[in-house]
């Protein structure tokens, strides 16, 4: 019979809310360190860090936007989706009862707030994806902030005022356009998720993909590792900086995946996370449960 996992999920939440992930605050600290000492850059740096840690020890919200959560499920063969998707639903409901999530889900003609975190088939958002009977069930969840989701951006090339072909210079070229029309908003500094092609609504589901990357791996592929290499140090001579105060850090990373698309399309989309990168993921084998 298939366990209820319905207090295991409520923690996933409570952790990804509370705890930002070890790799995401490490580059924060970097940054700090980079920037010019006593400069507003800096100062910015230094109060998220203090926050990311009094959200830790008090296990209370790392923002008062708790975001959009959304999930991703790779369940093994033989679970139903339909009791897990129940769990899930349950765990954020609870979760919003004990303030780990800010009630965010307004109806989208009234603005009612259901004040559960619960709506329509997507809110939370809970994507399934079948894996072997005989493999982990993996959870991963990632709490998306509103500001930070406001400047993401969908372009479609060949772009003529921004010069941008089909190709990997194109889509540099409108990855840092995304980036200088933001102007810090969104909460600087933050990481980009681009996705290369697709249908207009897969393509976005592709950027959201990349950021649950870890933010120090590496490209399979050499030609999009590059370009993350190459957009990151681009977009951080902006002079845009934390919360758009200048400086040297205007986002922590860039993560690029290719998809498939139709010969007359070329999108590119950009998901822009904010500095309170919140994701997590639990793994489940053998009644065991682990966080990372
Ligand atoms: S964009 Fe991110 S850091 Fe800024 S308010 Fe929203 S969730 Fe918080």
Redesign the pocket.
């Known amino acids: 019979m298939q366990p209820d996992l319905t207090q295991e999920i409520l923690e996933l939440v409570r952790l990804t809310s509370t705890n930002l992930p070890p790799d995401i605050e490490k580059r924060l600290r970097t940054a700090k360190e980079q920037e010019a000492s006593g400069s507003a850059a800096q100062g910015a740096l230094d109060t998220i860090l203090k926050n990311v840690e009094m959200a830790r020890q008090n296990s209370t919200p790392v923002?008062?936007?708790?975001?959009t959560p959304i999930f991703y499920v790779h369940y093994p063969e033989g679970w139903s989706t339909r009791i897990l998707r129940e769990q899930i639903q349950d765990a954020v409901v609870q979760a919003t009862k004990k303030a780990f999530l800010r009630p965010n889900s307004v109806n989208a003609l009234n603005g009612k707030n259901t004040g559960n975190n619960t709506g329509d088939e997507h809110f939370p958002s809970i994507h399934f994806e079948e894996i072997n009977e005989d493999e982990p069930l993996v959870i991963e969840l990632m709490l998306k902030?509103?500001?930070?989701e406001n400047v993401g951006a969908q372009y479609k090339l060949p772009d003529s005022n921004l010069g941008a072909g089909r190709d990997l210079d194109g889509v540099h070229k409108v990855v840092l356009d995304a980036v200088f029309r933001a102007q810090g908003k969104?909460?600087a500094p933050g990481a980009l998720g681009v996705a290369i092609g697709g249908d207009r609504g897969s393509s976005y589901l592709g950027s959201k993909e990349a950021l649950f990357r870890q933010l120090d791996d590496t490209n399979p592929d050499s030609e999009l590792a590059a370009l993350e290499a190459r957009i990151t140090e681009d977009a951080n001579q902006l002079d845009i900086g934390p919360m758009g105060f200048g400086g040297k850090t205007t986002v922590l990373g860039a993560k690029v995946k290719g998809l498939h698309r139709l010969p007359a399309s070329y999108f590119v989309s950009i998901s822009y996370m904010?500095?309170?990168y919140r994701r997590r993921k639990m793994t489940v084998l053998d009644g065991k449960v682990v966080y990372r």
């Open positions: 923002c008062q936007d708790t975001g902030g509103g500001g930070c969104g909460c904010c500095w309170a």
